[in-house]
């Protein structure tokens, strides 16, 4: 492992690097260089991260910065670690979990002033990789390369992803892959599991230390109010609502998160830890991406429930904190938060300007009407949105996405007549309908096209799914099949927590 000269006026070397969260104390934090990734070489580089984090594009091309993405060093004098944390894993508490995986090179400070860990994902084996290696497979880095930066375009938040680094190292998953090291960055990388670790272990000074922590750097708003109790209890009412408000968006654009264990979630309602993650295609409520999840906990119509149950875990986990009824209190917010948001978002991807009772009864109706005739998620709502008011069959695309006809003219039907309670134009509901509902998501069946030619060491797919998905909403002149759901007999990709 060598160290970067941090003296050095150089862009890379003049980053503004610190310990950050380690600086809380090695109760939170094992210290551990990470393990060099074996002759690497560059796959990916996101430009649209290095501007947020003040790093030039042009230090993509230098070996200092392959060095850093690889794991083959550090920032100067500061010292890598992996977190400890805990959480309920499908529902069962693991008392010992912390970053298996995945090592935090130091906190950034930006030329404006925010804060960002720099964390590297596959850099080797860490206190808490258990039986692992510590490493990542080149396929499930690209998804989360890919899917983090399509989620942000989309709109939902999330951890950013920085670079890819490869490696012919092999790492040993099903059946022999290569390696590869994702850097991602984020402002924290605190989850929930991480209160839980210190609560159930009843080192209860230290779930404070955390609060306050995370208050003071997070939440500046809450830090000035004087009562303990009430700031605290502002803290999981504010962790609550930005979890449910995040769900509503992915429920709203089709997304499966895969594994919705409470090490997975971030205090900051941040999408994080992309693995068996999968957008819809055929519409199904019941959509299990994870197949390993045998018993659907953690199916897509399940995840607004499972994150409340996450949040409830929390507030245990803030239990020598926050009192029991300021709890039930900041978990009654989350049901009203995630209606709110996601009601919110139907309006728009429905084109509905205003608001009428019934509204609820026509979203649930046509999604009953899409699982019953499979159609694809996303390519209807883009269709639905060039949809006109004219009450001729052949004027709209939108029936060629059903095979039986019948229920889709049923509801379109009640549609139109609810589109004639609208004030604006047609032109600007379909333009705030294509605001609202993109042509491009992250299917499996693209990201799995990007892998294989990666494997072959041709990353130009990769690079091309980039460009497409930072602007998801717009027409590109792209070829249609970025558009399009799989095709028939399109083999079925299989992911799993090792993805």
Known sequence: MTALDVANARPLEGLRIGDGYAALGDRFVVRRDPTPLPEPYPIAFNPDVAEIIGLQADQATRPEFLRISAGCARFGQVEPFAAVYS?????????????????????????????????????????????????????????????????????????????????????????????AVLTRIAPTHMRFGTFEYFHHTQDFEAVRTLADYAIDRFYPHIATISDDGERYASFLREIVERTARTIARWQAVGFAHGVMNTDNMSILGLTIDYGPFGFLDAYDAHFICNHTDEGGRYAFDRQPSIGLWNCNALAIALSSLVSQADAATALATYRTAFRETYLALLAEKFGLGETHEDDAKLYADCFTTLQHGRVDHTAFFRALSSLGTASAHDDDRVALLFENRGEWYDWQRAYRERLTRETRSEAARHAAMRRANPKYVLRNHLAQGAIEAAEARDYTEIARLQTILRTPFDDQEVDERYARPPAAGTPVVEVSCSS
Request: hydrophobic share 35%.
């Open 87 to 179: 959480g309920h894993q499908f529902g069962s508490y693991n008392p010992r979990l912390g970053d298996g995986r995945a090592i935090t090179l130091g906190e950034l400070e930006t030329p404006s002033g925010d804060h960002f860990e720099w964390q590297v994902k596959g850099a080797g084996l860490t206190a808490f990789s258990r039986f692992g290696d510590g490493r990542a497979v080149l396929r499930s880095t690209i998804r989360e390369y890919l899917c983090s930066e399509a989620m942000a375009a989309l709109g939902i938040p999330t951890t950013r992803a920085l670079a890819i680094a490869g490696s012919d190292a092999p790492v040993f998953r099903e059946t022999p892959e290569t390696a």
